[in-house]
């Protein structure tokens, strides 16, 4: 069948042997409707799916690909990583580097651990927290995501203050009963929380700049509150820079809000694509780990030679005089040309970035919180994505995740995508 649609008999292979037939759930166009694209190549700003149709790229591998796809100078460093191994087991002069190049750009961190994913990252940041505090509860907030570890995967409780519950099957109520979920950016709450809690708070877990809401960032005010709350009641300030961390600026979102962390979680740009992640802080609180201190954490592929070796290069580029300031700059210009076809169509659209990363939504004003994100119109957000997919933009397949762009856009990518908007926008009917 020379003109069967490829993706479709892929699909069908990979929901026989993977469960949904992906291996991460936003995957699967569940949100959107559909059949995923399956990907077969990728080269600077654009991916290929299985039937060769390309696209321009603005999911990035969610985050990590800032310098777009295949960039020569990291091809070259793994390829000479991995002709001198895949794996040790045993520690590498690599891993210093890296560690060394990572507290370089990130001020409030003293030392670092590495490990391979983001989930790891954040559960151990939080396993760290407990153990130099000597306290159990935590708090996150609604829009918030750390990962798929069972005390973060919580949703909010019934009231002010109270204790979440279980957003997954096979997380017991015991495992949540620590964890507080509160309203985002919402400070009379944050206030509360504390006032009935503080001496048995552990930790406060953020975004600062949170794009698994789409893309929301913290007040000043309200991120301030979380400095000055946690300093006062003996509890940590833990960055979930995951996403944010060298995509938002150099310095992350601690260095765009100037807000001093006590630990940061690190993941997806660090690796250049490759599974790494980590989490840092003060030397005093890093000390805690094993093999020094009582916390214990480990991993086999942590600090990987070939990841290590992505990261590396990577953070070399990005380290470049001017990188941030364009890539900033043709992002505003996406976000911008966005709001100006939607208004054209007379479309609700708000959308606002900072460095490579960004996020629109289909209302008249910036969301500060879950619950306002959760408005969204979703039947219309659906015929915006599979719209720009006919035309070859490939955007998140669901309305709460945040969009990157690389080093690799150009202006002919960035005005294609707008006038694939323009187009699509005028099929959506008005308000």
């Not at 960032?217 to 991120?223: K, S």
């Not at 006919?390 to 990518?413: C, K, N, Q, T, W």
Request: hydrophobic share 45%; net charge negative; glycine share 12%.
């Amino acid at each position: 069948m020379p003109n069967a649609d490829q993706n479709d008999i892929l699909f069908e292979r990979a929901r026989a042997v993977i469960p949904g037939g992906v291996n991460s759930p936003v995957r699967a166009f569940k949100a959107v409707g559909g059949t995923p694209r399956f990907i077969r190549r990728a080269e600077g700003a654009y991916f290929w799916d299985a039937n060769d149709k390309r696209y321009i790229d603005y999911i990035g591998s969610w985050g990590p690909m800032i310098l777009g796809h295949g960039h020569p100078a990291v091809v070259e460093a793994v390829q000479k990583a991995v002709r001198e191994g895949f794996s040790y087991g045993a520690p590498t002069e690599r891993e210093i580097e890296l560690a060394e190049a990572i507290l370089a750009l990130v001020p409030s961190m003293e030392m670092v651990r590495l490990v391979s994913s983001g989930t790891e990252a954040a559960m151990s940041a939080l396993r760290l927290a407990r153990g130099a505090t000597g306290r159990k509860h935590i708090i996150k907030f609604e829009g918030c995501y750390h990962g798929h570890a069972d005390a973060l995967l919580v949703k909010a409780g019934s009231g002010l203050a109270t204790f979440g519950h279980p957003t997954s099957a096979g997380v017991p109520p015991e495992v949540t009963q620590h964890t507080l979920v509160l309203e985002y950016n919402n400070i009379a709450q944050l206030e509360e929380a504390f006032a009935l809690h503080g001496n048995d708070i552990a930790c406060l877990m953020i975004e600062a700049i949170a794009g698994n809401m789409n893309f929301v960032r913290a007040t000043p005010a309200f991120a301030a509150r979380c400095r000055e709350l946690c300093t006062q009641h003996g509890a940590l300030l833990v960055f979930d820079e995951v996403m944010t961390g060298f995509r938002v600026g150099l310095h992350g979102a601690q260095g765009v809000l100037g807000i001093t962390p006590d630990l940061t979680v690190l993941g997806k740009v660090i690796g250049g694509g490759m599974p790494l992640a980590a989490f840092g802080g003060p030397r005093a609180i890093m000390e805690q780990l094993a093999p020094l201190g009582p916390v214990y954490q480990a991993g086999t592929l942590s600090g990987n030679p070939v990841a290590t070796a992505c990261g590396l290069a990577t953070l070399k580029e990005i380290s470049k005089p001017g990188f941030y300031e364009a890539l900033a700059k043709k992002t505003r210009t996406l976000v911008d040309g966005l709001k100006a076809a939607a208004a054209a169509e007379g479309q609700p659209f708000n959308a606002d970035s900072e460095g490579g990363m960004f996020g629109f939504f289909l209302m008249d004003e910036l969301p500060q919180n879950y619950a306002t994100v959760m408005t969204t119109d979703n039947a219309k957000f659906n015929a915006l994505f599979h719209g720009l997919l006919d035309r070859g933009v490939y955007i998140a397949p669901a309305l709460y995740e945040a969009g990157f762009v690389s080093a690799a856009h150009g202006e002919e990518d960035i005005a294609a995508t707008i006038e694939a908007a323009r187009q699509v926008f005028r099929t959506i009917p008005s308000p």
